[in-house]
Nanobody, 117 residues
Framework: QVQLVESGGGLVQPGGSLRLSCAAS????????MGWYRQAPGKQRELVAT???????NYAESVKGRFTISRDNAKNMVYLQMNSLKPEDTAVYYC???????????WGQGTQVTVSS
C-alpha cells in the first residue's frame, strides 16, 4: 500500500513559477518510477514528467526546458518545479508512483494549477 499527497498548486500569472510537492508513504521501498501527470478540463490525463529511483528523468515535449522533476529518496518526496508557466499548463496535477515488480500504479488526489492573468 502506497499513499501519495500533492501540494503546492495555486493561481499564478503567465510567466510565473510554481513548485509542486508529492509526499509518499506506506510501502515506498517497492516504488521505482514516480511522476507527474495532468488533466485539463475536457481533456485526457497526460504525462508531464517521470523520474526513476536512480534519478533518470523523462519529460513531455510541451514542458521540456520549463519544468524540472526531482526526487529525494531519503524523504520519500518528489517535486515538480514549473517555470515560464503558460495558460495551457492549467490543469489538475497528479502525482504517480509505479510499483517496480508488477508496475501497479498509485495516484494522489491532485492539486489545481491555474495560470491566468
Amino acid at each position: 500500500q502506497v499513499q501519495l499527497v500533492e501540494s503546492g498548486g495555486g493561481l499564478v500569472q503567465p510567466g510565473g513559477s510554481l513548485r509542486l510537492s508529492c509526499a509518499a508513504s506506506g510501502r515506498t521501498l517497492s516504488i521505482n518510477v514516480m511522476g507527474w501527470y495532468r488533466q485539463a478540463p475536457g481533456k485526457q490525463r497526460e504525462l508531464v514528467a517521470t523520474i526513476t529511483s536512480g534519478l533518470s528523468t523523462n519529460y513531455a515535449e510541451s514542458v521540456k526546458g520549463r519544468f524540472t522533476i526531482s526526487r529525494d529518496n531519503a524523504k520519500n518526496m518528489v517535486y515538480l518545479q514549473m517555470n515560464s508557466l503558460k495558460p495551457e499548463d492549467t490543469a489538475v496535477y497528479y502525482c504517480n508512483a509505479q510499483r517496480h515488480y508488477d508496475r501497479l500504479n498509485y495516484w494522489g488526489q491532485g492539486t489545481q494549477v491555474t495560470v491566468s492573468s
